[in-house]
């Protein structure tokens, strides 16, 4: 049992450049989420979806785009990367009554 | 708008010291709460949940937290550390009347115990 599984984990991009990450949960969960973590500032949400085809914005989602076309995936877009997206993404998954589990993170440097 | 205060930002113990956490939150109906460790480099686990019930926790690794409703706090406490318990410590919150599930997370503590 994988449970969340993030790709990649580490990458450098030029200001400007795009990238994909993906995160893939084998437990079946309704609910999925993207994070940052920046340091002295916890862990904020930056897209979310309730289930398969929907998608809703967090608590920081400019610069970011999401979709979910399946239900174990759920992909955060950058189209032009920009130094202050630099952080660790977290993805994570979760359904009515449990706690939520979290992938490995990406550690996404922007120079 | 939920929100989550952490108030304590860095916290230096010895082993076998008492610990103690405070966490406030802020949100008008029923809540779900949390608290996740972070051991360097890695991603979050979590520690224990309180969901309904008996409003302490008891977790992992001998963590416990308690829930006052009044207070609106979940403080977690540990008698005894080690130093395997150094580490970031965050607390969560979300809305059990709510359709998004999404948590709001505190800023964080970071634990250093020293041998």
């Known amino acids: 049992n994988a449970g969340v599984t993030q790709t990649p984990k580490f990458r450098v991009l030029k200001t400007g450049q795009s990238m994909t990450l993906l995160c893939a949960q084998d437990?079946?969960?309704?609910?999925m989420y993207w994070y940052r973590q920046d340091p002295g500032m916890g862990l904020r949400l930056i897209h979310y979806?309730?289930?398969?085809?929907?998608?809703a914005k967090g608590e920081v989602p400019d610069g970011y785009n999401v979709s979910r076309l399946k239900k174990q995936n759920f992909l955060l877009g950058l189209e032009s990367a920009a130094p202050s997206q630099t952080s660790v993404y977290f993805c994570?998954?979760?359904?009515?009554?449990?706690?939520?589990?979290f992938g490995q993170g990406t550690r996404l440097t922007v120079v | 708008a939920q929100s989550v205060s952490q108030h304590n930002h860095h916290v230096i113990l010895s082993e076998a010291a008492s610990l103690e956490l405070g966490c406030n939150y802020s949100?008008?109906?029923?809540?779900?709460l949390f608290w996740y460790v972070q051991y360097p480099g890695q991603h979050l686990q979590l520690l224990l949940k309180?969901?309904?019930?008996?409003?302490l926790v008891k977790g992992i690794k001998g963590f416990e937290a308690e829930f006052i409703k009044s207070k609106f706090s979940f403080n977690l406490r540990k008698p005894s550390v080690q130093w395997s318990d150094t580490a970031e410590y965050f607390c969560?919150?979300?809305?059990?009347?709510?359709?998004?599930?999404?948590?709001?997370f505190g800023s964080g503590t970071r634990l250093q115990v020293q041998p």
């Open positions: 994570a998954s979760t359904d009515w009554n449990t706690e939520a589990f």
């Open positions: 437990m079946n969960h309704e609910y």
């Open positions: 979806s309730v289930g398969e085809g929907t998608t």
């Open positions: 949100y008008g109906g029923t809540v779900n």
């Open positions: 309180y969901f309904s019930g008996d409003p």
């Open positions: 969560a919150v979300n809305g059990a009347d709510t359709g998004r599930r999404a948590l709001t």
